[in-house]
């Protein structure tokens, strides 16, 4: 089939510079959820309309199976299919889609594509409580025979609780030839593809219809109201199937996923957590409260503390990590690895039974197993202009307080005492140490306040 993405219209109530698909929902453009459900069904074209916001919505989208169709000026959803005209393949029925529209799910998709075989007008329709702003689905004797926009119809019109999802799949060659025939002679001064379904009709062309397995899959996105109960609705279903996986969340609602989380067995979960990117957790890893964690693999029975950001770093099997770690980018932990508060890792390998328990900065290094990072140790990794490493070899104790002056190794078995300033290799197996000697000043006196 041939796909046609709408989603050239300016979104005036997001009260925004961003063109309103490229708002995210779950870390993603709205129109990217749909670009990507469209992508699923294996469209033969895939023609995005865009207009408002000019290049910045091709740009945000680069892929040689989509093809963009500029409409400017935007005079309504018939002119804006007509701008895909071109790029359609006659021989296959057309789906269009909304940008703004990002959660119909693929298999309620394939059902409007079933139903509209290959020579009827199918349109995905959905009964609402309060279908206020829809267009209605008007039928005769069960038949559809038109659809009526909100600002058109009359007060019997505008009970009908059907309504228009905007979501339809026409025989190409009869679109051409509807869409030719469209007028703007209505409340919006605008042409509406709804139009097309009264022709239909005329034409003697089957008129049909499909619904979604929820009514929230053709929810639009108009205001930033309306993008907050997205977002929700699709963070409730996410949380949903992580529960339903058997994996262990403290509470549902409080829960972020902008990105893919895949889980091992006995993986529990606490309140407040934000998962982006691609995250893996194996089996019985534990999270706690308020993480942020980001492209990370997270080895079987780790446990993360509360208040840990962690991004694009791997954690060996059995470490312990937190409360307030960060792991940056480039962060490799062996297995049984300690990583304590307020300590920084980046860029670095750190191998099996290592510590670092408390306040310290590892940048750019090497470390060992059985390394003991003592409080406060910071490695200088940059002079201002240039990066060096720091290699730190097996069994190293490192006292606290110290600074190693990259690029530096401390070689195996090495202790540094504490308050070392490293700026030259320290020799395996030996205690180096730099600090000032310690003097008392006997004849000393604390001053004292002078009364006046
Ligand atoms: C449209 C339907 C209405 C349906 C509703 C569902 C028409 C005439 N009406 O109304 O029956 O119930 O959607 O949400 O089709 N767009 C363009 N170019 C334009 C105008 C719109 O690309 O010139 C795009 C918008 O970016 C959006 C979509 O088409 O993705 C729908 O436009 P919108 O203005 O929201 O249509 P509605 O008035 O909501
Ligand atoms: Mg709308």
Known sequence: ??????????????????????HPLAGKPLLAHVIDTARSLSPDTLCVIYGHGGAAVPDAFKGADIAFAIQDPQLGTGHAVVQALPHLDDRCPTLIL?????????????????????????????????????????????????IVEQKDADEAERAIREVNSGIMVAPTVRLRQWLTNLSNDNAQGEYYLTDIVAQAVADGVPVVAAQPDAAWETLGVNSKVQLAELERIFQGEIAAALLEQGVTLADPARIDVRGKILCGGDVS??????????VTLEDD?????????????????????????????????????????????????AEDVHIGNFVEIKNSQIAAHSKANHLAYVGDATVGSRVNIGAGTITCNYDGVNKFRTVIEDDVFIGSDSQLIAPVTVGKGATLGAGTTLSKNAPAGKLTISRAGQVTIESWQRPIKIKK
């Open 285 to 333: 890893v534990s999270i706690g409260a308020h993480c942020v964690i980001k492209n990370a693999h997270i080895g079987r029975g780790v446990r993360i503390k509360p208040f840990c950001h962690i991004e694009e770093a791997t954690i060996g099997a059995g470490s312990v990590i937190g409360p307030y770690a960060r792991l940056r980018p480039g962060t490799e932990l």
């Open 1 to 22: 089939m041939n796909i046609v993405i709408l989603a050239a219209g300016m979104g005036k109530r997001m009260h925004s510079a961003l063109p309103k698909v490229l």
């Open 269 to 278: 979960i606490d309140v407040n957590c934000v998962f982006e990117g691609l």
């Open 98 to 146: 909304y940008g703004d529209v990002p959660l119909t799910s693929a298999v309620t998709l394939q059902r409007l594509l079933d139903v509209a075989e290959r020579d009827k007008l199918a349109i995905l329709t959905v009964h609402l409580d309060s279908p206020v702003g829809y267009g209605r689905i008007v039928r005769e004797d069960g038949k559809i025979v038109r």
